[in-house]
């Protein structure tokens, strides 16, 4: 069974910092998607990782994907209040597109 | 409207009731699923289909039943709703197994009393 696990599971940070969020996946799979959900909201279409080494930027966020390691991160750069959100990692369990979310990790940033 | 939309977005309903949520989706896309979002526990599988008339079990299918008659159309029914059926429903699509992920919803939140 595909477990996902993300840390952390909450995080507030200052504005300008840098953190990451970690995810880290229990089978072999080159497939992992960061999406983003604000509250009340459906969740958003972030990053699409899709081989080892994968790396993806959007503004302050950056995505990587290490599939030896089965681990993918999620880098924030320099904060701002918008990111505040949660934010969650899921994996491709089989070539019929299934995906395994993790927990979510809710992200304040705080003036 | 294109895109993928749900129906009812809130529903609030009694234990026993039967209930069926609708997701319709507008590209065409092969496969669909049925999330619900409980507080921690991300995300979970009920039901998804690969094509019309293919569908299969996710995690947490008891409860619940699908079909998928037309390509674009999704229905999940809670057939004797339960209160711990309380939570909120996404539908999601995708293209394939292409690797592009899956789109969702804007969610229905479901209240079971």
């Known amino acids: 069974e595909l477990k996902v696990e993300q840390n952390p599971l909450f995080l507030s940070m200052q504005e300008g910092k840098n953190y990451t969020i970690y995810c880290n996946y229990s089978?072999?799979?080159?497939?992992l998607y960061w999406y983003r959900q604000d509250p009340g909201k459906s969740l958003e279409s972030l990053f699409v990782?899709?081989?080892?080494?994968a790396v993806k930027q959007e503004g302050r966020l950056m995505a990587s994907l290490d599939t030896k390691a089965r681990l993918s991160t999620l880098h924030i750069t320099a904060a701002v209040h918008d990111l505040s959100a949660t934010y969650f990692c899921a994996v491709d369990r089989s070539s019929g597109s299934r995906l395994t979310f993790g927990e979510g990790t809710q992200l304040t940033v705080n003036p | 409207d294109a895109g993928i939309t749900q129906s009812p977005r809130y529903k609030i309903t009694e234990t026993g009731r039967q209930v069926t949520l609708m997701c319709h989706q507008t590209w065409s896309h092969s496969y669909m699923f049925w999330y619900r979002q409980d507080l921690g526990h991300g995300l979970r599988l009920i039901y998804y289909s690969a094509a019309a008339d293919i569908t299969d079990k996710g995690e947490v299918p008891d409860g619940y039943v699908v079909s998928r008659s037309k390509t674009e159309n999704f229905p999940l029914t809670l057939e004797s709703a339960t209160r711990s059926q309380t939570s909120v429903y996404f539908c999601?699509?995708?293209?394939?197994?292409?690797?592009?992920?899956?789109?969702f919803g804007p969610g229905t939140r479901l209240t079971v009393t």
């Open positions: 999601a699509s995708s293209v394939s197994a292409s690797g592009r992920g899956q789109y």
């Open positions: 089978t072999t799979s080159d497939r």
């Open positions: 990782l899709l081989s080892n080494g």
